[in-house]
């Protein structure tokens, strides 16, 4: 149990966060809703939080709570997919529709409850009288009406799955399995209650596979409709940390350009907040990184020479690039005069971005193992 409610909880906190930022996503509110819905069931099943609501509202209210906020969670499950059609003023129809069918189930399960005495209405599914009529009504009520609202929503994922690509598709597979594994427990409790109704003994043991494949459908679904933004987020959070790990290395070939050229490095953001809190961001210091030890390449490339004679060398290395590059900027720094002929980058450039950064940073780890006196120039740490 404890393990369920962590799953709802970290599932709920991440389509919270989404919402915030997205408050009009009629879909993602309705997604959000069922799973508030869901985690707030389970607290209120587990026996400190019953005994909580028994003790303030009577015996057997906290049951009845659980079993509606679980029915209201699968309508809201419904209007997710309904909200998710193309054709928007159909959908709302269909969702008043299926308002005014939960409306009545959650009316039936409750006069079902409160019709009882309170001792009859307690204990769990698998201790309750079924031959009551009204406790089967409650049972069975509840789970016909969450048997056809997650069928529905388990075929509704397959077709939505076989239309995605990875890794939506993959998520999407995870939520309608557990979907379908949900409402085929749902399916066998209602079965059961319904036998249970005729005084028929149902093993202990299929009870206890029921509810365990419940618990394991409930988990493979919050997996699955949290798979692809987690997996989305872990590879946010590779790329801040290559693009960290770049900006570092980088360094030595920024602070010697940035010293031969200081006006080549870019002013500071803005006076807004914003946009000073943006411009700290890893991925926008990166990229300028990038974009002012291009500036500083082209604009040392005169000096990119291997001796007095002119003679350049487009194909040097890492480390005869870094070291001409310390040679010239030393020229620079010194006042020398910019030669009469300009002469292209002593260096070959990748066929991409990616490839051209790489070569980059080579030439800046050749900086760093030149033991040449340091450069003073710092920028403030990544």
């Known amino acids: 149990m404890e393990l369920l409610l962590l799953g709802l909880v970290g599932a709920l906190a991440w389509k919270l966060y989404k919402l915030w930022r997205t408050p009009h996503d009629a879909p993602l509110r309705s997604v959000t809703l069922c799973l508030l819905c869901a985690t707030l069931s389970y607290p209120i099943a587990m026996p400190g939080g019953a005994t909580g609501v028994d003790t303030v509202a009577g015996h057997g209210a906290a049951k009845l709570v659980q079993n509606v906020l679980l029915i209201v969670s699968m309508y809201f499950l419904m209007c997710f997919y309904l909200y998710s059609a193309a054709d928007e003023e159909a959908s709302r129809r269909r969702a008043n529709k299926e308002a005014v069918a939960v409306v009545a189930v959650v009316v039936v399960v409750t006069l079902a409850a409160v019709s009882v005495p309170h001792e009859v209405f307690a204990g769990s599914f698998s201790t309750a009288d079924m031959t009551i009529p009204q406790i089967a009504v409650f049972y069975g009520g509840a789970g016909c009406y969450l048997t056809y609202v997650l069928g529905l ?5 397959r077709t939505y799955a076989r239309m995605s690509r990875r890794p939506h ?3 999407l597979w995870m939520a309608a399995v557990g979907l379908g594994a949900m409402a085929v427990a749902c399916a066998i409790r209602a079965v059961i209650v319904a036998v249970r109704w005729a005084d028929i003994e ?3 043991r299929l009870m206890a596979a029921v509810a365990f ?5 409930i988990l493979l679904f919050t997996a699955g409709i949290t798979y692809s933004g987690v997996r989305a987020r872990v ?4 790329l801040w940390l290559q693009h960290r790990r770049d900006y570092r290395r980088l360094a030595a070939l920024w602070e010697l350009l940035a010293e031969a050229f200081p006006d080549n490095v870019l002013p500071p953001a803005s006076s ?3 946009d000073r809190r943006r411009a700290r961001g890893v991925h926008r210091r990166y990229h300028r990184r990038i974009v002012e030890i291009r500036d500083g390449l082209v604009a040392i490339s005169p000096y990119l020479l291997v001796d007095d004679t002119g003679i350049t060398a487009p194909d040097a290395d890492s480390d005869e690039l870094a070291a001409r590059l310390r040679r010239a900027s030393a020229r620079i720094v010194e006042g020398a005069p910019v030669p009469r002929r300009a002469v292209p ?6 066929s991409d971005r990616a490839a051209d950064v790489k070569q980059l940073i080579a030439v800046s780890d050749a900086l760093v193992t030149d033991h040449a006196t340091p450069l003073t120039i710092k920028e403030a740490p990544c």
């Open 153 to 157: 929503a388990a075929r509704w994922t």
């Open 169 to 171: 598709a993959t998520g």
């Open 202 to 204: 149902v093993p202990q």
């Open 213 to 217: 494949l419940l618990v394991a459908s």
């Open 235 to 238: 590879s946010s959070s590779k």
């Open 272 to 274: 807004s907040a914003h």
């Open 345 to 350: 980058l002593a260096m070959t450039l990748g």
